[in-house]
């Protein structure tokens, strides 16, 4: 790592076909200019050549071929066997993949030195993390009652989306990344019911998963960018993705599993930004995510509406930051 800087990050960045979603890992680069302190490596896996032999693009890039199995995640599940062959000790890695740009507008400002930092010294995860509401309409915008659900008897109210995610390295050492198998949900072809009858699946998750992948209304706004019919040609490619889902829905129990906290790097980047004591803020903030994880998504919710929609907590000016000292790893590829 470069004496200069104060810690370093491992980047996986899983990517198939870039010409989908106008991407690059050149433009993502783009997004760390704020991170000054840092020191950033990636490692590119490339998804639709399974068989490319890992080769060295620039001094901070490395191309690997991937594994599409279960789309981005077994993909990433590559990336972190190599990074661990290679002997690759970086502080923190972030998971990333190519379709970064559907929802910059709510991440790209909160990718600070002060969030890897605060991820780093407080060995808590962080990421964008989304509540269940069980409220519709008008109320959603205003109150919030978080819905359950139950994957293998483990149950949670929020998600982690797993394309903007940061671990310590230290925890991600520890978590149990999670790999489930279609055939533990689904059943062997399509009879107009895609749940085997014994799937281990809440009803409300079944529910939530179908009407996301195959909504029966084409408008609504909740459905997967990507989203298409249900039909005995099209359960196959349902199958895949919803496992996909299942997983990252997963990564929130499993990292519970850890004991770490998992914040979300909105409330992070609003607490940054506040006025007062920031480093005793950004503490409390992580220790009530660890201890109150079921409480997380209403906090997240409660943020958003005083942050964002009243702008009553974060004053949104440019500030003084002090430089916090992170013991570096050895975060090369």
């Not at 001094?59 to 062959?85: C, H, K, T």
């Amino acid at each position: 790592m470069n004496p200069a800087k104060h810690y370093s990050v491992l980047v996986i960045y899983v990517q198939y076909d870039q010409g989908k979603f106008q991407s690059s890992v050149a433009e993502f680069k783009r997004y760390f200019d704020r991170c000054r302190r840092g020191s950033f490596q990636y490692c590119i896996v490339d998804n639709k050549d399974e068989s490319r032999p890992a080769s060295r693009l620039a001094p901070d890039e490395v191309v690997i071929g991937g594994d599409n199995s279960y789309r981005e995640f077994s993909g990433w599940m590559r990336g972190i066997q190599y990074a661990l062959q290679q002997d690759v000790r970086p502080d923190a890695v972030m998971f990333a993949n190519e379709t970064y740009r559907l929802n910059a507008g709510e991440y790209r400002h909160c990718l600070t030195d002060e969030l890897f930092e605060f991820v780093i010294g407080q060995s808590a995860c962080a990421g964008l993390t989304y509540g269940f509401n069980r409220h519709r309409g008008w109320l959603r915008f205003v109150t919030h009652a978080p819905a359950t659900y139950e994957i293998k008897g483990e149950r949670f109210n929020h998600w982690v989306r797993s394309n903007v995610l940061i671990l310590p390295y230290r925890v991600l050492q520890r978590l149990e990344w999670p790999r489930l198998r279609a055939a533990e949900f689904f059943a062997c072809g399509y009879d107009q019911q895609p749940f085997r009858r014994d799937a281990p699946l809440s009803a409300s998750l079944k529910r939530k998963l179908r009407e996301y992948l195959c909504p029966t209304d084409t408008t609504s706004s909740d459905a997967w960018h990507s989203s298409f019919p249900l039909t005995a040609e099209t359960y196959s490619l349902f199958t895949t993705k919803a496992t996909c889902i299942l997983d990252e829905m997963s990564l929130v129990p499993a990292i519970r599993r850890t004991g770490a906290a998992l914040a979300d790097i909105r409330v992070v980047d609003a607490l940054v930004r506040a006025a007062g004591p920031r480093g005793s803020l950004l503490r409390s903030y992580a220790r009530l995510a660890s201890r109150f994880p079921a409480a997380h998504a209403s906090l997240v919710f409660l943020s958003d509406r005083l942050v964002r929609r009243a702008g009553i907590v974060a004053a949104h000016v440019p500030s003084p930051r002090r430089v916090v000292p992170v013991r570096p790893g050895r975060g090369a590829v």
